[in-house]
């Protein structure tokens, strides 16, 4: 048999190619290129063959892209060159196929040519090109008319391009992991796409039944509806609406009429119907043309339901859950990132070159240096290598280009003349600069040589510059398309910068990444458009998809998210009938380049800014260390009293008996020993420091010292043994831990998978470790005192591993200490230290009484603070939100708020100055605010005070709006000019907002996120802005000058531009005919001028216009008038600018500002695993017991009924009737229609009688207490109940008119409501809606603070722009005229629509605006305020803000989206957790007796499972874990998941430092009292045994393991299986006493009750486990202590108090401290072994000798 199948599998690896790696099978996934070596066609495999093959596939493409009726009617011979090419490569492809088919056959064989995929493509790509040549045959004949419908035959075959890339496919991974990665990946896809679809769905049926048909218009008196022309409507065309309450009324002589129309004259969105309500909402929430809709639904129905419906929309569809693929795709992203870092190459360091680095020491600094880098490899002598080494050469060329970009920024345009004389000043300054740079790049090859000049990329580049620099200065080709290499040499200014530097290094990491990623977009670009120009290119007079480049326009503008919805639109109305299809290919492409390409490259970003999983860990250590140093350092302006000399408080005792006068004793020295009796003198006499001797005495032992560790073995033991943890819990992290979980593979569990894996480390580690308690006492002087640690065994036994650790420890804790000791030396030493205004006494009543004022806030106890648990509340987040902040800033909060809200009603011409009501806000305003700065400074001080008012920028920001306030107040100028001071503090004065972040904490905490990464922040916008200096710098030369156009289309000479035209004006966007009259217009001058908006005559011009075009905002005119104006080639320029820009530029902000928050967060330096670990820990605490009752027992009909509602098909059925029940919604139910609302109404009323049975069913099964406990159900039962009364008011009363639009809307609030449960019924659906609603909660003070920014703006519009006239964009609907109209501009400025246009509104000026003194009567605008004010509004809230709702979203999504194959708890864990629990607590309470926790874990299944026969130890280590936490107390759900998932970890990779310390303590503390209780039953069973054996008369005498019990503590519970009955009695004989038990982040701390010591019995007794029911009846009371601790044993967290009495007979026992000095030595004594290996051998051995 073995001699068959080593042939079989040669045969099989030549076929195709697999290779073994670690023994997984490693496939790729390209094409299988090893055929059969056959001698007859041996030429298939040749490499040229392939290459040729690949190039007739380019060729193919690009035949395919010409082969267009356009471009034959350009060319007629290019109809014949591309039928030639075509010819061709349509016979060596068909060549290629044959062979293959022969080669591997057909159908039959062991690798046919149909059963392999890609042979299936390159099959379906041949059958495609003969088609191709039969049509073009066809075509040239005139058989076939060239615009036909035919020609969509050629539409696959740009997908021949793939034969280009596909080889690049194939990954040597193994293919089963290849395979899930994708798998997961594709499923994730799925189901945010299902998410995002029902939220559409959503939107789409309120569209519809909210809006319905908007179809009215203002026309003229006596228009035919249905015969409509641009003549009959009102100029421009106006929505309205024929009710008097609500919408646009058209002026007179226009009357409001519904147009009847189809929606191809119409247009095609709008909210008829479910399909067109779907289609407009999609556009929408692309942020495109969002806000024309808007005003739409606002001029035909009510203006708030309209700002509602589409700013919900905005926020939930566009900037919600379309950023969920954002995180799909970044969590994607880095698990393959995993798997392919190879083929990526990794992260390393930035090395120019290949050669080797030493430090070198160069004065007092010392830096790296590349030995190799300099060497003499040229002909210059050594006096020039060394100038070429020195900084002055490097330093001269940094200056050089400074200068050469400074020159070329400095042209400028300013007619048509200049543009024609190329050979000016700048000309031969560039002639300049070119010489001398190339004589560098001559310099540098004569001195290293040309192949050591090459080693360098730097170098490389240079090179390129020069020669096509010096290519540039040639006169012809000077300000031509070789300018980019000019502009190109500002990236050498880089190098000045090694902080840009490193940081463009990071972000574009090795380059193969991004290269990959850039490589896919262009090759998806030119796919698209080469497959929509076949689509589209038989439609006639078509400048969308007539050529190529046409086609490619279209395709990136798509792509870039800007005006797609147009080509969109143009093609559904030239293709008419086949529209549909049309927009359902439009939406497709759309969806997948703006979601899933642009969120790659936010991925690839993120995936560079993401640090090694190494690095990390050392971070963490190094974070820890500067968060202790900036703890202990004061403030500045507290460090200023230490510039004073000393002056301590001194007092005189008097009232005092005695012979003896007393010197002056330090106020705090004497404040601590007062007694009423003794009276406190103030001295109030100066004493120099010079006269003042201090003497240092030793502080007197007023407390009896702690027990000295020395005496104590065991714990010098315990101390000594933090080096062992500390060793290895670094080493294990580093050596053992990987990047992902090491689980084993196998049928076990997880909770044995990781108890195996703790114990094969715990082989490697040895011993046990210990803990590391650092105690330290203070001294008066400020002196830190550490507590006594031997210091020798420090020194033996640390390492460089734990030296890190310790001292961290250390240092946390003196930080701490010194930080409040220097603050009490300033107290103490300086009378006017802690002194509000140097005058209010530190003491004084006054003063306290202010601070109660202050600082009074609401308390509200959340935990029990005798057990330390968390106390229900069912008001817990409003008692947290009351608690937020203090009773006075509550107040001030509402009082600022008022202010804002009277601050709104503000306009230019209700102002202040002239309203009273507005003067009495602003004076509340102001006294409220009068009275709590007076408050604070006096309780907490100004300045110079720990807790001033003025201790940080808040305070400072508090100060200032004050300041502001009561001068405005006080002054009221009743004339504004423009810029005057008046003006100035109006605009200071819109300030008043932003107190709200001063006040609540949380906002501050925003903003401080926000300042913490604005380093980042700034090195990409230093980036953008070179970016756009290089273009504008090439705009300038290359276009200056040369947009310049007459206003008149049809003058093309500025010698001719005179005189006036008529200029026509827009009317509608409906495609209706012109009508019999003239078009609308008006007669203007000629003018030869720039474009209105944008230039590129100077820099700053340019700037200014680039900047417009990297918001996507106005590049589509930038390139129209460019390609108009100049030429088709330069629209190049624009293209690459707008994907360098948006692709790359504009992902850096977004990839930034989420890398930032992680960091803030704490999240940045976490590895996989613990962010892994955090999310679980998340996901366990928003896990809550199942509310629903367990099946019940036998096969009654309420079983059989439990088991139908369970059923997934009663479930799916459910989820279908929902469907249907909304599918009635898919058109309005108004009362105009009554019989098509009547009839919808009774399908929907059939539906809610369902609903209702399945109530019924359920409460049968449930119970109707158990239906009742589950939220859901109770909703359910809700709405079922409302629409049985609608059901009541539909058919009952004949409701019509307003009381039936009512009664509809009433229905369909019902049955949209029951839509929304579907969220809850699928797990996916589920997950994705947590994530969001998460997100919101999170992200809840974001969302206020954009909003009090954009109220801020919005203060700051009115008194700029308020006034101003209206133009093309700012008009009725879009205006600053009043604050609520400003705040709706702003929303829409903030999702990018017509900003730019709005800006160029706004910097109107005379003489086209009418300027007067005062700004009030002013229309004209602020061009230098305009810039700044939508520049920097732009930037903060569309760059920055925005982009925090992402990283949040991110943080959420891996928070509830886990993964089935994840070694940690995942989704279907929890659930069987919850049904196992489900089970065991009956009374749904949510906690359970600890003793129903070992029948709890018996019943789990799945990865928590346990083997009793194979894992009895865990579970005992799980059972003792519970009852040591808890002492015998109810154990909560989230206390037993809790320690689930600690069980079904690897804790070494998982946990932070702190907490995996504290858990490795507590389970080595488990491990060893559950091994010694093991021993200890095991002996009691022998002497059991042996005792049976004995006669009655020796059994009194055996009482050596009673002594041994009577001398060691007792047991803590009772390992042993009891009955039932036994242990129920056990419980009701339990000691109610508690355990305190307190929690801390990242460790567990135990204080367990007092330890009872047993004298041993007396010798008539024979005492065994169970001697006597007296010792079982105390038992209980034993197992009730929490942990078995020795008092010197050190453990963190962990203290033992011993108890001194002890209960025997009934007689109280009091232990002397003699006698307690005692017992500790006996429990903590040397003679206690930590290490359970030598105990046991110690036990087993005496045992042996008895026997």
Not at 201 to 211: A, D, E, P, R, T
Request: some cysteine.
């Amino acid at each position: 048999m073995q001699t068959t199948f080593v042939p079989a599998l040669s045969k099989m690896l030549v076929n195709r190619k697999t290779s073994f790696k670690d023994s997984h099978p490693l496939s790729d996934f390209g094409p299988d290129e090893n055929l059969n070596d056959n001698a007859d066609i041996d030429w298939v495999n040749k490499p040229w063959v392939r290459g040729l093959l690949r190039f007739c596939a380019f060729l193919s493409l690009v035949s395919v892209s010409l082969n267009t009726p356009e471009m034959f009617a350009l060319s007629v011979h290019l109809m014949y060159v591309t039928f030639i090419f075509d010819l061709i490569v349509t016979f060596l492809f068909s060549a290629e196929m044959i062979a293959k088919m022969h080669i591997r056959g057909i159908v039959k064989g062991e690798a046919p040519y149909i059963k392999d995929r890609w042979c299936q493509f390159d099959g379906v790509m041949v059958l495609c090109l003969w088609m191709s040549l039969i049509l073009q045959v066809f075509e040239m004949t005139k058989i076939v008319d060239m615009y036909s419908y035919w020609s969509i035959m050629r539409f696959p075959r740009p997908l021949i391009l793939i034969r280009l890339f596909r080889e690049k496919l194939k990954f040597q991974l193994p293919k089963q992991r290849i395979e899930t990665i994708f798998k997961r990946s594709r499923n994730q896809i799925i189901n945010v796409t299902t998410f995002f679809l029902f939220f559409m769905s959503l939107y789409g049926i309120l569209g519809v039944q909210f809006f319905g048909e908007l179809k009215n218009h203002c026309v003229r008196n006596g228009t035919d509806p249905r015969n409509v022309t641009k003549a009959d409507l009102m100029i421009p065309d106006y929505y309205c609406s024929r009710n008097p309450d609500y919408g646009y009324h058209c002026t007179s002589g226009m009357v409001c009429m519904q147009l009847e129309l189809s929606n191809v004259h119409r247009g095609f969105d709008g909210f008829d119907e479910f399909i067109t309500s779907f289609f407009t909402v999609y556009e929408a929430a692309s942020q495109e043309g969002w806000v024309f809709l808007m005003y739409r639904a606002i001029d035909s129905l009510y203006t708030e339901l309209a700002f509602v419906y589409f700013i919900t929309l905005i926020f939930i569809l566009a900037w919600l859950v379309k950023n969920i693929f954002i995180a799909v795709i970044i969590e994607s992203f880095a698990e393959i990132r995993v798997q392919f870092q190879q083929m990526w190459g990794s992260r390393g360091s930035a090395t120019d070159s290949d050669s080797s680095q030493v430090i070198q020491c160069e004065g007092n600094s010392w830096k790296m240096v590349l030995i190799d880098e300099n060497k003499a490899k040229g002909f210059a002598p050594p006096f020039f290598q060394k100038i070429l080494c020195s900084n002055f050469f490097h330093t001269f060329f940094l200056l050089l280009v400074f200068a050469n970009a400074i020159t070329g920024a400095t042209l400028s345009f300013r007619g048509q003349a200049d543009v024609r004389n190329k050979l000016d000043g700048f000309y031969y300054a560039e002639v300049a600069f070119t010489v001398l740079f190339d004589l560098e790049v001559v310099f540098k090859i004569w001195c290293l040589g040309f192949q050591g000049y090459k080693k360098r990329p730097f170098h490389k580049f240079e090179l390129l510059l020069a020669i096509g620099t010096t290519l540039h200065i040639i006169p012809q080709f000077y300000r031509g398309h070789f300018t980019y290499f000019q502009v190109l040499r500002v990236v050498r200014l880089m190098k000045a910068s090694p902080m840009l530097e490193d940081f463009c290094f990071k972000i574009f990491g090795p380059g193969k990444k991004l290269g990959h990623l850039i490589l896919f977009t262009m090759c998806l670009l030119i796919i698209a458009s080469s497959i929509s120009l076949q689509l589209f290119c038989n439609i006639r007079n078509f400048n969308k998809f007539g050529r190529f480049d046409q086609a490619f326009m279209s395709m990136f503008q798509i792509l870039a998210n800007k005006g797609w919805t147009e080509v969109m639109q143009i093609t559904m109305w030239k293709t008419d009938r086949f529209y549909p299809i049309v927009a359902i290919y439009f939406i497709f492409y759309h969806l997948f380049v703006t979601l899933i390409v642009i969120s790659s490259f936010v991925a690839v970003i993120l995936d560079n800014l993401e640090l090694d999983e190494d690095i990390k860990k050392l971070k963490q250590l190094k974070a820890r260390e500067q968060v202790t140093e900036s703890q202990q350092k004061l403030p500045m302006r507290l460090r200023v009293f230490t510039k004073f000399p000393n002056h301590p408080q001194m007092v005189y005792l008097y009232k005092i008996p005695g012979d003896f006068s007393l010197s002056q004793i330090r106020e705090s020295v004497m404040r601590q020993f007062s007694t009423p009796e003794v009276n406190l003198t103030v001295d109030i006499q100066e004493i120099s420091e010079e006269s003042t001797t201090l003497v240092k005495f030793s502080p007197v032992k007023l407390v009896r010292q702690d027990v000295s560790g020395s005496k104590s073995g065991g714990a010098m033991e315990k101390r000594s043994g933090i080096t062992l943890i500390v060793r290895d819990s670094a080493q294990q992290k580093m050596q053992v831990c990987g990047s992902t979980q090491l689980v084993p593979s196998g049928p076990k569990s997880l909770l044995s998978q990781q108890y195996q894996l703790r114990m094969d480390r715990r082989s490697m580690r040895g011993s046990r470790p210990g803990s590391l308690k650092t105690r330290s006492t203070a001294k008066e002087n400020g002196d830190i005192h550490l507590g006594k640690i031997n210091s020798s065994i420090l020194n033996r036994t640390r390492t460089p591993d734990d030296y890190d650790i310790k001292v961290w420890q250390q240092r946390k804790q003196q930080a701490e200490i010194k930080r409040s000791q220097q603050e009490e030396d300033l107290r103490e030493n300086h009378p006017l230290f802690d002194t509000p205004l140097f005058t209010v006494g530190r003491e004084s009543q006054f003063r306290k009484v202010c601070q109660m004022i202050v600082n009074a806030q609401y308390n509200h106890t959340l935990r029990d603070p005798i057990t330390g648990k968390e106390l229900n509340s069912k008001y817990k987040r409003i008692h947290k939100i009351l608690g937020l902040v203090t009773y006075l800033d509550w107040v001030m909060i509402m009082v600022t708020i008022l202010s804002c809200i009277s601050m709104a009603f503000e306009t230019p011409k209700r102002r202040i100055m002239n309203t009273p009501e507005l003067q009495i806000a602003e004076y509340v305003f102001v006294i409220c605010m009068s009275i709590e700065m007076g408050l604070k400074v006096l309780a907490n001080g100004f300045f110079f005070t720990p807790k001033g008012v003025v201790k940080d920028f808040g305070g400072m920001l508090n100060l200032f709006i004050y300041a502001v306030s009561v001068i405005f107040l006080c002054w009221m100028p009743q004339e504004v000019k423009r810029d005057s001071p008046a003006q100035v503090f109006l605009l200071l004065r819109c300030l008043r907002p932003l107190r709200i972040f001063v006040l609540v904490p949380h906002m501050r905490k925003v903003v401080y996120e926000l300042i913490r990464g604005f380093k980042e922040i700034i090195l990409v916008s230093v980036l953008l802005v070179v970016l756009m200096f290089m273009f504008a710098i090439y705009g300038v030369h290359v276009l200056g000058g040369k947009l310049h156009k007459c206003n008149d289309p049809n003058i093309t000479t500025k010698e001719e531009c005179k005189g006036r035209f008529f200029q026509k004006v827009f009317v509608t966007q409906m495609k209706i005919p012109n009508g019999t009259e003239s078009e609308a217009g008006f007669f203007v001058p000629r003018t030869w001028s720039n474009p209105y908006n944008f230039n590129f005559d100077n820099i700053g011009s340019a700037m200014l216009a680039l900047f417009e075009v990297l918001s996507l905002e106005g590049w589509l005119e930038v390139r129209d008038v460019i390609i108009e104006r100049v030429g088709l080639e330069h629209a190049i320029y624009v293209h690459v600018f707008v994907f360098m820009g948006y692709m790359i530029g504009l992902t850096l902000f977004v990839g930034v500002v989420i890398a930032n928050y992680s960091e803030n967060k704490g999240t940045a330096l976490l590895t996989v695993d613990q962010r892994r670990w955090l999310d679980l820990k998340g996901r366990i605490k928003l896990a809550q017991p199942l509310h629903i009752p367990p099946r019940p027992d036998g096969t009654s009909f309420r079983a059989k009924m439990y088991d139908i509602t369970q059923h997934k098909k009663f479930k799916a059925a459910t989820v279908f009737l929902i469907l249907v029940n909304c599918g009635l919604l898919g058109v309005p139910w108004k009362s105009s229609n009554a019989r098509q609302t009547f009839i919808l109404g009774s399908v929907s009323a059939v539906c809610t009688l369902l609903f209702l049975c399945e109530v019924i069913i359920k409460m049968i099964a449930l119970t109707p207490k158990g239906y009742w406990t589950s939220r859901r159900n109770r909703f359910d039962m809700l709405l079922t109940f409302l629409g049985v009364i609608w059901i009541i008011l539909h058919f009952t009363f004949n409701l019509t008119g307003q009381e039936g639009d009512a009664n509809n809307v009433f229905g369909v609030i019902i049955i949209v409501l029951r839509f929304c449960t579907i969220c809850g019924k699928h797990a996916a659906l589920k997950m994705l809606t947590q994530t969001v609603v998460m997100s919101v909660l999170k992200s809840f003070f974001i969302i206020t603070g954009m909003f009090l920014l954009i109220l801020f703006y919005a203060y700051l519009g009115v008194i700029l722009f308020g006034t101003v006239k209206h133009g093309y964009n700012l008009g009725r609907q879009a205006n600053f005229q009043t604050t609520p109209m400003a705040i709706a501009l702003l929303f829409r400025i903030v999702t990018g629509e017509d900003w730019n246009k709005i800006m160029h509104d706004c910097m109107v000026a005379p003489p086209f605006c009418t300027n007067v003194g005062n700004i009030w009567e002013s229309d004209c605008g602020n061009g230098t305020a305009s810039i700044v004010y939508f520049f920097s509004f732009y930037i903060i809230i569309t760059y920055i803000v925005l982009n925090l709702l992402v990283a949040i979203i991110m943080e959420n999504f891996s928070l509830f989206y886990s993964n089935e194959e994840d070694a940690l708890l995942n989704y279907n864990d929890i659930r069987n957790f919850q049904n196992t629990w489900n089970i065991v607590d009956v009374n749904r309470k949510g906690s359970i007796p600890v003793r129903r926790v070992k029948f709890l874990l018996r019943l789990l299944k799945g990865r928590l499972e346990v083997d009793l026969e194979k894992e009895r130890l865990v579970f005992k280590h799980m059972c003792y874990e519970m009852e040591r936490l808890h002492g015998g107390m109810d154990v909560s759900f989230h206390d037993v998941i809790s320690m689930l998932s600690y069980r079904s970890v690897d804790i070494c990779k998982s946990l932070q430092l702190e907490e995996l310390l504290a858990r490795q303590e507590l389970e080595y503390t488990i491990e060893e009292e559950v091994a010694k209780q093991t021993i200890r039953n095991w002996l009691d069973s022998c002497l059991k045994r042996i005792r049976a054996k004995l006669p009655p008369q020796q059994k009194e005498h055996t009482n050596l393991i009673s002594n041994l019990r009577a001398t060691n503590e007792q047991p803590l519970f009772t390992l042993t299986e009891q009955p039932s009955s036994a242990a129920e009695s056990s419980e009701e004989n339990r000691n109610e006493s508690p355990v305190v038990r307190t929690r801390k982040k990242g460790m567990v701390e135990l204080q367990p009750p007092n330890i009872l010591v047993q004298p041993p019995p007396p010798p008539t007794q024979s005492p065994t486990l169970r001697t006597s029911p007296r010792i079982e009846k105390e038992r209980p009371t034993l197992k009730k202590r929490s942990g078995r601790l020795s008092s010197g044993s050190n453990f963190k967290g962990l203290t033992v108090n011993l108890s001194q009495t002890s209960e025997i007979k009934g007689e109280t026992l009091a232990v002397s401290p003699l006698q307690k000095t005692f017992t500790e030595s006996i429990l903590i004594g040397e003679n206690v072994s930590t290490n359970i290996q030598s105990w046991w051998g110690d036990q087993f051995s005496q045992n042996e000798q008895e026997k």
